[in-house]
């Protein structure tokens, strides 16, 4: 009996250990939390703006200090970090109309938009670079949908955390990001 009862103790034991394992590599892995480490390994310092969109794998950070921008897709295994001086702009798009705009040569130009039932609000960052042009990143969307097929129809929905509440917080967090960019932009 005394054999039966340390065995089923010594199973209890690594199914206790393997349950907590899962549980941390599950919370380690977390689209956020590893778009949140990858960021701060591709910056110098720690960013003074960030975007992230765990749903889709993305992030955009804004280190003023060391005066670079990165950017991370797949999840964060793939980014480029850009110095200010390759930064050609920046616009805001809600529901695929561009409502906001900074670019190098032509200064800011921001229109008024109501946007308490938009479904999107997206930042496209812009650089001279020939490799990698533009960057958009969602920081608002009704529905995040998945990969898609063939046919063109989504075929998987996606329900994750996004990075703001509303859209009219997605909007005020892309005039902000607007507003970074316009200041670098002009030292």
């Avoid at 003023?64 to 480029?80: C, H, M, P």
């Avoid at 529901?95 to 938009?113: E, K, M, T």
């Amino acid at each position: 009996m005394g054999e039966t009862l340390r065995a089923i103790l010594l199973v209890a034991l690594i199914a206790a250990f393997a349950t907590t394992a899962f549980l941390f590599l599950s919370w380690w892995m977390e689209p956020e939390r590893r778009l949140r480490r990858a960021m701060k390994n591709a910056l110098t310092g720690v960013p003074d703006m960030h975007a992230i969109a765990p749903a889709e794998g993305k992030a955009a950070a804004l280190d003023l200090t060391n005066e670079q921008l990165a950017v991370l897709w797949n999840r964060g295994s793939i980014g480029l970090v850009f110095d200010f001086a390759e930064i050609e702009g920046a616009e805001v798009i809600v529901d695929r109309h561009v409502v906001g705009r900074v670019r190098r040569q032509l200064g800011r130009q921001d229109l008024d938009v109501l946007v308490e039932d938009a479904e999107s609000v997206v930042l496209r960052l812009m650089f001279l670079d020939n490799q990698c042009p533009e960057f958009e990143i969602s920081l608002w969307r009704a529905t995040w949908s998945g990969d898609q097929g063939a046919s063109g129809h989504s075929v998987q929905t996606v329900s994750g955390p996004r990075l703001t509440g509303s859209a009219g917080e997605g909007l005020r967090l892309a005039r902000r990001w607007l507003a970074h960019i316009d200041a670098v932009l002009k030292a």
